[in-house]
């Protein structure tokens, strides 16, 4: 019996920081689509436009270099509204032009240097927007930190 539950948990451990698509963190603050397993998308708000992170399906960057796509907002009940992603540094696309409201469906569509054409899917929700974005109040403010013999002490009577 012991050596069971000892075998499981190295096989466990073994595993490492393997996700199942879908589970991977978020790294901008944003919300990771759904989809192929070949990419993770990263949608993020960011004063006022969409802005999607593109990474491997190990969760690193990936290099959107000879990479193209698109996006589609498909709000409910209404017509679907499509945009081309344009590319906005090592990893990141914008796109312009896409004013989602809370439960708009947003779907990457990808297309990789090889031919290969990935999606990746998420609703539009206010975990999407950074603190920065328009609408949200006054930016995060994070002040530098101190030795802990200098911080503030709250003190109640």
Do not use: C
């Amino acid at each position: 019996m012991f050596a069971a539950v000892v075998a499981s948990t190295l096989y466990a451990l073994s595993l490492g920081t393997a996700y199942a698509h879908g589970d991977h963190p978020s790294t901008h603050g944003g919300t990771v689509g759904r989809g192929d397993d070949g990419i993770v998308v990263e949608f993020v708000m960011e004063m006022g436009t969409i802005n999607l992170y593109v990474h491997d399906e190990a969760g690193k960057p990936l290099s959107i270099d000879n990479v193209n796509g698109t996006l589609t907002l498909v709000p409910p009940q209404h017509s679907a509204q499509e945009v081309k992603l344009v590319p906005a540094g090592y990893h990141k696309f914008t796109a312009p032009g896409i004013e989602p409201v809370m439960g708009d469906r947003l779907r990457a569509r990808i297309a990789l240097p090889s031919g290969e054409e990935l999606e990746s899917v998420a609703l539009f929700s206010s975990r999407m927007q950074l603190r920065s974005s328009p609408g949200l109040g006054t930016p995060l403010k994070l002040d530098p930190l101190l030795p802990r013999a200098e911080r503030a002490i709250a003190v109640s009577n």
